[in-house]
């Protein structure tokens, strides 16, 4: 459906709406919100990693001066056990309550365990000094593979393993194992004249958005609630917040604030529930904001994982087989991302033969939540360094041998379903063809490598109003909340339909009592999904719009064409007007439009990468110095090429990130060690080259425009591309993340 | 003794009077007291940059700067930069090079990159990620960023020799 054409809005790239606010320092992000008798909320989080709550005594802070309330778990209405729908993923909402205020363990530390309201920040931390726990503290288990073990400290006495659908009779940290085959593996690795296994390890790491979680609330008497905050979901904090508090979805109000980053990791709600509880009891509203500290040690990061990768290919480079062993640390609750990681490790390839086991295992770690393209970067790095073994093992360039290998439209993926159309080869060619990869790689301990990243992308549900007003412009209401660049994604496709610039749209990011339901900004899905809403919001305009042409001129609708921006009659009696000049002339024809669109598109389109990155790495450090790096990417179409090239590069940084530097370090407590920006290391503008993305454009079948999401493939890639470039640069295969320079030196036999 | 501190200072080139308590830093002072949001807060130590403000011409994190330490100095925040009819080149240039996504962490990447045209209209590439590595950017990947700061010194130093 995707239509070619000359585009004169789409393809350009005009400035984002919002952007003035934000150089300015005038958009209001969630902590920049005010109001008055304000009261402001601290939380009390576990020491211990692991400890059953024998007692919380909070009377000593609630006669503290200046404290207005304090809530534990004790607070909660009772709750069913179900499954809610969290827009990316699913959680159960017993395991939300607890993991907002826990009951009677504490299963990490940082895991919350009472909050307290009171005149100002100050003293709300000083109360919370002043609660007294007691806890009876347990051994904690950190890494998936001894969660695994039998005799493992038990995170949830009560959880049996679902094993392939069938619940298991004794307790485990394993939630579930899943399994997806096809084709027959003995007989793939028979035909095979090189095999290669090889085993990975990957460690917890955060998403690293720069502003904190925050929330503030009013509950009013008559059950009102009203909640400002920064998050990728407004209706996903209204549909949590509902069901832990037990609250109707109506009396919940969501105003989504500015929000400074979130790639997957505002969607769970911490602190929400907590600022509406102690409004609830103060009757006041609350403000509650996260520390650095908190935002590490008690939200949602990803998973640490351990991956085995097994793959056989015939001499001329063919794939015969692949196995993959994927164990994911949840963390504290079921609902690790391993089974996005599942569907991802092969599916750039045609593998005919092929087995993937997936294993969900609680550890004593904050609740994972998604990070762009959750899972696939770990599964990527084993799977794309194994690729690369193999080239090397039949001498075959890495680039010919994807192009070789390359899932074609119609493949089954070993999870089942077929790959829909995808640019794989047209990226690898154009990384191929790249004036970077043309270049001659010179030096001591210098080396390229490559690694390409596959991510199927979201299509979910938006909900998009438009207003058309006489001065020419429309005021277009979205709920998908802004992260990047979206309200100018979005906006433009609607120009483009009424054939207006992109100047003339005022879009606005409503709140969930004044715009349709509209899913979480997450999933690669905005400017794919709530796009397509828009477009079809701006048809709706656009034919009310030659309806009213049709009136003033006295003709049939069907006789008013739209073309160029410009409605005009065709049954002989010739007329003409532009969109401006017949927005000026509503009101003489029946008052104003407004045009509706939603959309529930079932075919995203998936995204694929081919990333190319040249290293150094110090001998005497073991530092990995990023010299050049190039990112290919099918973003469909790209409506605003700045911000595409921009996702691309955000997203190849923080994958360089979580290959050089990133991870939780733990001591034997089970407690995180480094959580401050100044020891959990994410990159600086210091540590990198520019990054050059490269834009190819394979339309998406199901978007009007071609549109596929851009956002998350990008991080995919680089831990194997790094991985691949420093073997070639030290003849040293990283098996683990992070390659730190520690990491890198024990490698290099000098530590 | 009162419990909070009178401070007479200068902000964005207009005098300002407020009474602070002695444990409140400057970026509690700014965004608390007297509601200039614009710096933020995203780690409270230092380390990220998101709150860069300029101090008697030094560009300092106003999360490791006492409130009570303001009196009798000059301040710029990112709230004075701008002329009512016009922003700063800066502004421009990050608006013209897409420099920023969320945007939460670009009203401390442009008072640093203030601080830096000011002392060095030309700096070089590598003068440029040198200095902005005291401010976090989570979004970007700093491409865009850095050539958003060469594009303004482009603009202000051919502004500076017309």
């Known amino acids: 459906m995707a239509e070619k054409k000359d585009y004169k809005v789409v393809g350009t790239r005009p400035i984002r709406h919002d952007g003035l606010d934000k150089v300015t320092g005038r958009a209001l992000y969630g902590a920049d919100f005010q109001t008055v008798g304000l009261l402001h909320g601290r939380v009390l989080r576990s020491p211990h990693a692991h400890a059953r709550i024998k007692s919380i005594d909070t009377s000593r802070a609630e006669a503290h001066p200046g404290v207005r309330a304090v809530v534990t778990a004790k607070d909660f209405p009772a709750v069913e056990d179900k499954i809610a729908d969290l827009g990316e993923g699913a959680a159960n909402v017993k395991d939300l309550q607890d993991n907002v205020l826990a009951g009677e363990k504490v299963l990490y530390k940082g895991h919350q365990v009472a909050a307290v309201a009171a005149i100002d920040p100050h003293t709300a931390e000083e109360a919370l000094e002043l609660i007294d726990v007691e806890y009876d503290v347990l051994d904690p288990v950190i890494k998936v593979r001894d969660a695994m073990q039998e005799g493992a400290p038990l995170l949830h006495e009560d959880m049996r393993t679902d094993e392939m659908g069938e619940k298991s009779d004794k307790p485990s940290n394993i939630a579930s194992h899943f399994q997806h085959k096809q084709g027959n593996l003995d007989k793939g690795f028979d035909e095979a004249d090189v095999v290669v296994e090889q085993e990975y390890t990957t460690e917890t790491v955060h998403q690293g958005y720069i502003e904190p979680h925050n929330a503030t609330a009013l509950y009013n008497p008559d059950g009102q609630l009203t909640i400002w905050c920064s998050t990728q979901g407004a209706f996903t904090v209204r549909e949590q917040v509902s069901e832990i508090l037990d609250i109707p979805v109506s009396k919940v109000k969501v105003v989504p604030m500015e929000i400074g980053g979130g790639f997957g990791g505002k969607i769970q709600v911490y602190i929400k529930p907590i600022a509406a509880m102690l409004s609830m009891k103060t009757g006041k509203p609350v403000k509650v904001l996260m520390s650095r500290a908190d935002v590490f040690e008690g939200t949602g990061p990803t998973p640490g994982s351990y991956v085995r990768v097994k793959m056989g290919a015939t001499k001329d480079g063919r794939i015969t087989a692949a196995e993959a062993y994927l164990a994911f640390e949840a963390g504290a609750y079921p609902g690790s991302p391993v089974g996005a990681a599942a569907f991802c490790v092969f599916s750039p390839y045609k593998v005919e033969n092929a087995q993937v086991d997936g294993y969900d295992v609680v550890v004593n770690k904050p609740k994972t939540a998604a990070y762009r393209a959750p899972g696939a970067t770990n599964a990527a790095f084993a799977a794309e360094t194994v690729i690369d073994e193999i080239c090397e093992k039949i001498g075959m360039d890495p680039l010919e041998f994807r192009i070789l290998n390359s899932a074609k439209e119609g493949d089954i993926r070993v999870d089942g379903p077929p790959t829909p159309r995808v640019g794989f080869v047209e990226t690898v060619e154009a990384a191929r063809d790249h004036p970077h990869y043309l270049a001659p790689l010179e030096g001591e301990n210098r080396g390229r490598g490559v690694a390409s990243g596959y991510w199927p992308n979201f299509g979910m549900k938006s909900s998009v109003a438009i207003n058309v007003t006489s001065d020419g412009t429309i005021s277009l209401v979205e709920g998908s909340t802004d992260i990047g660049g979206t309200r100018a994604a979005v906006a433009m496709q609607a120009a483009e339909v009424l054939g207006i610039p992109a100047e003339s749209v005022t879009p606005t990011v409503a709140d969930t009592d004044s715009v349709g339901y509209t899913d979480v900004t997450g999933g690669s899905r905005t400017a794919f999904a709530t796009g397509y809403a828009a477009y079809e919001a701006a048809q709706d305009v656009k034919q009310q719009m030659i309806e009213r042409a049709a009136k003033l001129w006295e003709v049939d609708a069907g006789d008013v064409q739209f073309a160029d921006g410009v409605f005009s009659s065709v049954n002989g009696k010739e007329q003409e007007l532009d969109f401006k000049g017949l927005a000026a002339r509503l009101d003489e024809t029946g008052g104003p439009i407004v045009g509706r669109g939603t959309a529930d598109p079932n075919q995203p389109g998936p995204s694929i990468g081919l990333h190319v990155v040249d290293v150094e790495v110090d001998p005497d450090t073991g530092k990995v110095q990023i010299l050049r790096y190039t990112a290919t990417q099918d973003a469909g179409k790209a409506i605003h090429p700045s911000y595409v090239e921009g996702q691309i590069q955000g997203g190849a940084v923080q994958g360089i990130g979580w290959a050089l530097n990133e991870e939780y370090i733990y001591n034997e407590k089970g407690e995180m060690t480094n959580a401050s920006f100044l020891d959990y290391r994410i990159p600086t503008s210091l540590d990198l080259p520019m990054i050059d993305a490269i834009i190819v454009e394979v339309p998406n079948p199901g978007h009007p425009y071609g549109v596929r999401g851009v956002g998350e493939t990008p991080i995919i890639a680089p831990p194997a591309a790094i991985a691949n470039a420093v073997y070639r640069a030290i003849g040293i295969r990283m098996k683990e993340l992070p390659m730190s320079p520690g990491r890198v030196l024990k490698a290099m036999g000098k530590i | ?162």
């Open chain 2, 1 to 162: 003794m009162p419990s909070k501190v009178h401070v007479q200072t200068t902000i964005n080139g207009e005098a300002v009077e407020y009474l602070c308590e002695p444990r409140q830093s400057l970026l509690e002072v700014l965004r608390d007291v007297l509601h200039l949001t614009g710096a933020k807060e995203g780690c409270n130590n230092g380390n990220c940059g998101a709150c860069s403000v300029i101090l008697d011409g030094c560009l300092v994190n106003s999360c490791l700067v006492l409130g009570a330490e303001l009196e009798g100095k000059s301040l710029e925040t990112i709230e004075g930069l701008a002329e009512p009819d016009q922003l700063h080149p800066i502004q421009d240039a990050f608006l013209e090079n897409a420099a920023l996504q969320c945007g939460i962490c670009t009203p401390g990447f442009i008072m640093a990159a203030k601080a830096l045209l000011d002392q060095n209209p030309n700096p070089t590439e590598y003068e440029i990620r040198y200095w902005l590595a005291g401010n976090l950017c989570r979004c970007t990947g700093y491409d865009k960023i850095v050539r958003a700061v060469q594009d303004a010194a482009q603009t202000t130093s051919s502004e500076v020799s017309a």
